[in-house]
C-alpha cells in the first residue's frame, strides 16, 4: 500500500522560510516522479512544483519560481519542498503526490497516482 506523509508544515511569518517533507512508502521511489500541490480554502488544488525520478528535471509554478525548491532523496523515500521569502497568498494545504510512469510533470490533478494527507502552512503578514 503506497503511503505518502507529509510533515514540515507550520505558521511563519512573511518573508520566512518552511521545510516541508514527504516520506514514502509502499512503491519504488525511485521510479516515481513526485510533486507538490496546495489548496486555499474555497481554491482549487494548485500546482506547486515536482521533479522527475532521477532528480534531473525539475518544474514549478509562476507563483513560485525563485522562491521554493523541490529536492529528493531517493536513498531515503523522501521529497522535499524548500519554500523561502513567504507570502500570506502561499497560506494553503500542501500535498505531496507521486506519479508512476514518464518523465513528465503534469499540472493537473488527474496526472498524478497517489496523495498524501496534506499539511497546513500559514504565511501571516
Known amino acids: 500500500q503506497v503511503q505518502l506523509a507529509e510533515s514540515g508544515g507550520g505558521l511563519v511569518q512573511a518573508g520566512g522560510s518552511l521545510r516541508l517533507s514527504c516520506a514514502a512508502s509502499?512503491?519504488?521511489?525511485?521510479?516515481?516522479?513526485m510533486g507538490w500541490f496546495r489548496q486555499a480554502p474555497g481554491k482549487e488544488r494548485e500546482f506547486v512544483g515536482g521533479i522527475t525520478s532521477g532528480g534531473g528535471t525539475t518544474s514549478y509554478a509562476d507563483s513560485v519560481k525563485g522562491r521554493f525548491t523541490v529536492s529528493r532523496d531517493n536513498a531515503k523515500n523522501t521529497v522535499s519542498l524548500q519554500m523561502n521569502s513567504l507570502k500570506p497568498e502561499d497560506t494553503a494545504v500542501y500535498y505531496c503526490?507521486?506519479?508512476?510512469?514518464?518523465?513528465?510533470?503534469?499540472?493537473?490533478?488527474?496526472?498524478?497516482?497517489?496523495w498524501g494527507q496534506g499539511t497546513q502552512v500559514t504565511v501571516s503578514s
Open positions: 503526490a507521486a506519479r508512476r510512469m514518464g518523465f513528465a510533470i503534469p499540472r493537473i490533478r488527474a496526472g498524478w497516482d497517489y
Open positions: 509502499g512503491l519504488t521511489f525511485s521510479t516515481y516522479t
